[in-house]
């Protein structure tokens, strides 16, 4: 069946979770007790580091996730006010601080990722807003001596008869009380909020410029950085000449950190001027050597002569096969992708005596205080991480390179430190997508059954990159040579042990198979990979939906039909599917124009995509895409929508444009003229449909993704009987 | 020194002439809406208007804007007084991440101002400078097409309000 957590993330996160557990025991406090500025005062009501209620009326959330775009305040936001009965809008977000209770459920300590938000916090949320619902109605009983059946609330306020009161009325006499910890929640048929449109609450502050994110902090005395760094990653130096760097304009100090030579100077501007003029020899690591048409050679001798590893079996092979009327086998290659989020990589970090203050877009605030601490004489409990926005993310701002650069940056300065990447640094310097190259071998009876499905891939891991991340972060003391034995044990397991399940997830589950096998051979080169949005699915799913429109076009069946045939043990897949279907045939198409379809299901939500493509003057131009989702209860339907529409245009991208290539360890593409974003130009008509269901909610960020890929792909086959199976998608000439 | 208008106020600043327009703006005048996305004039963040043009401020150096008048996101609008395109990407929940949305308002305040009733064509193609990361591109359109339309009906409100004006 489809509905597979993403296990190795999980597994990893359960891991590191029980360090981060124990980190935060040891370091921070031993009990979960709310912190600064949730400390309780006279006049304000605090039940739980979440939310504080202020003498008035005001109810403010400390959000324990990360914003980056995906709208998670306000979504949190929605289903605290459902339960506590005030309206989300009137809410007031503020990012949590660091602290035990503010874990992602799902992870088991302070990280925002992998779709998991609304899914890890909706239960744990609303419990929360109903105990202190119940708190409250308990002081009105009280403070108005009547009975609990006459009172109601709304809107912040509680109501007997035709009286109101607002709940700041009652805080003196619940601060003498017990919170009340399993408050009866609403049922679905009650809610108010949750499954409505909603504005986002950060839509007036990200349309007139005064939305915070970590490049605008300022500080008096601020000094900026900028870096000459080695064009291949992981290159050290060897020797430097700053001579002419330091008699330019502005420049306070050269320095040189772990990844090359920062400038520092009275400007940014100044910064980036100097830095050009610094000769540096390099000395180059392993990848150095290393181009694209080596990894692509290397990739394809593994297909050919390697097993690796083998996983997800089921029945025999050799039997589906013998069964089966017509069989594909198939290569699909996708490259290496940058994340690119608009805002680039910055940090800034002022650190005075045994103290420090950080800001920078992160997926976790503990991470930004670890590297801190790691790379300063300041104790991990003594950084202050100030939330902002951040200007993108997908899946980027977990690995904090440039925090560590920064921390280094300020320890030898002694200045309060802003220091930016430009968007070259950003396009060139990782973490990346891994390339893949993967085969499909697969049969299909004459009746349209699938018989056998045998999946491969070759290509990097991402979690010994993790790793090495995470260790630094979650036990800033740990000495490197611990850090760099547990890096190699985890690429060390994952190349010759065990396949990580991120880089095979979404080949073989949506569909009925009854027999089956994985292939998984590692091959890296030392690019440092990374989750981007979707992880494995970014790549699985082109090759699958790919593979079964190939196997449809093969037994002469529609690709909707034979996809549906096969998709009985998956419900809620073929249910979108359907839908995408019905609405394709309602819109009709235009001459000279193809439908084509996919379905993938990742992050325990289904999608189903239609692209609607035509060839126009040699390219590919996507007009419409419909799109129907299954991601359980909604909360907030036009924000899911925004979502798939962006994960749509974020998909597209990847289809018609995204690809980094090496020559001699360095990658070639660095800035949007090289590689291009999707244009408003460019962007397709988008219509998304979602289901209606009572089933806990899951993932919005990314699902949207993958199948968009594929199905523009099987759309071209159409119009051009071309089958392109390599992303970018580039038509035959 | 160079002095110039920036938001209807006059200013100067000692920066080097060949200081990119955005980093004084934002370091020296702390003005930190119009944003940083590319520095090549690719992407549009950084998009203010210089005499009312909507210009790539990352590649403009200040000995070019001596005597100009400079508008960013902060003098377009504000949370009490929100020009229209901005009502309308309020209304519309139009931004994700946020990080472009300074630099697509003020191109959009741009084309309403050259062009107050554009097609979806028209606003595709003068857009096409302005690149979401986020992929907020459906949205941004139907928010200008909104705002335009609004203005519209104001206006021809407006006029139809001036022509019952009975002669004192
Ligand atoms: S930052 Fe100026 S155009 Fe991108
Ligand atoms: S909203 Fe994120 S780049 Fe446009």
Known sequence: MSNQPNTSRRTFFKVVGLASGALAAGYYFTHSEPLPPLVQTDDTLTPNSMVQLTDNNELLFYCPRDEMGQGVTTGLATIIGE?????????????????EDYNNPEFGFQGTGGSTSIKAHYTQLRQLAANFRALLIESAVIDLDVAKAELKTDNGQVLYGNKAFPYSQFIATAKTLEIPQHAKLKSATEFKYIGFDRPRSDALEKSNGTAMYAIDADLEGLAYAAVARCPVIGGTVASFDAEKARMSSGVFDIVQIETGIAVVANRYWDAKKAVKLIDIEWNLPELGKVGSDDIRRDYDQAMEAEDGDSSQELGDL????????????????????????????????HIQGDKAEAWAGHQGAGGVAGLVARNSDVPVENVTVHSTFAGGSFGRRAFLSHVAEATQVAVATKRPIKLIWSREEDTQNGWFRPASLMRIKAGVSASGDIKAWHAKRVGGNIMPDTVANALPVLMPRAPQFAVDMAESAARSIFSNFTTEHASIEGLFEDYDVPNRKVNHVTVEHGLPLAFWRSVGHSFTAFAKEVAMDELAAKIGMNEVRFRLRNMKANPRLASTLEMVDRRVTELGSEQGRQWGFAAHSSFNSYVSEAAEVSIESGRIRVHRVVCALDCGRVINPDNVVSQMEGSIMFGLTAALYGNLELENGAIKQSNFHDYPILRMNEAPAVEVLLTESSEAPTGVGEPGLPPLAPAVANAVFKLTGDRLRELPLTLAS | MIEFKLNGASVKTQDSPDTPLLWVIRDTFKLTGSKFGCGAGLCGACTMHVDGQPTRTCILPIAAIAGKEITTIEGIGTADNMHPLQEQWVAQSVPQCGYCQSGQIMSAASLLDQNPMPTEQDVEAYMAGNICRCGCYPRIKSAILAAAQKLADQDAESAKEASNVEPA
């Open chain 1, 83 to 99: 339960e506590l009965d005030v309206n989300p809008s009137q809410i007031r977000v503020k990012f949590s601080g660091i602290h």
């Open chain 1, 318 to 349: 050799d039997i589906g096969f013998a069964e089966s009327k017509v069989a594909i086998d198939s290569n699909y290659w996708v490259p290496f992708l940058s994340h690119s989020p608009l805002e680039p990589m910055n940090a800034v970090v």
